[in-house]
């Protein structure tokens, strides 16, 4: 069973940053995505994602204020998010994918408040 470790939420106040972290428990260029995505009301959202060939996608509300990046030394996805706005708060989740299986993090909690 692959485990996600999530790291990195917090409070942060509107226009500020955050790095949220997610490493999980086999390799991580063995898996066809690894993203990020957050609990809106209604569902879980993307809000980006990078392949193991290096694509990225990213959610229109975040585009310009978020990035995505690898570090296969560490084995770490990191989502990188400035200037922060309060619509941003959510429980974040870090999900891997390979073929028709997705595994998911226990999530962190990212709250923008002034």
């Known amino acids: 069973q692959v485990q996600l470790v999530e790291s990195g939420g917090g409070l942060v106040q509107p226009g500020g940053s955050l790095r949220l972290a997610c490493t999980p428990s086999e390799s991580i260029v063995d898996f066809n995505h690894v993203g990020w995505y957050r609990q809106a009301p209604l569902e879980r959202e993307l809000v980006a994602l990078m392949?193991?060939?290096?694509?990225?996608q990213f959610a229109d509300s975040v585009k310009g204020r978020f990035t995505i990046d690898r570090n296969n030394a560490k084995n770490t996805m990191y989502l990188q998010m400035n200037n922060l706005k309060s619509e941003d708060t959510a429980v974040y989740y870090c999900k891997a994918n390979r073929l028709s299986t997705n595994w998911w993090g226990q999530g962190t909690q990212v709250t923008v408040s002034s």
């Open positions: 392949t193991v060939g290096g694509t990225t």
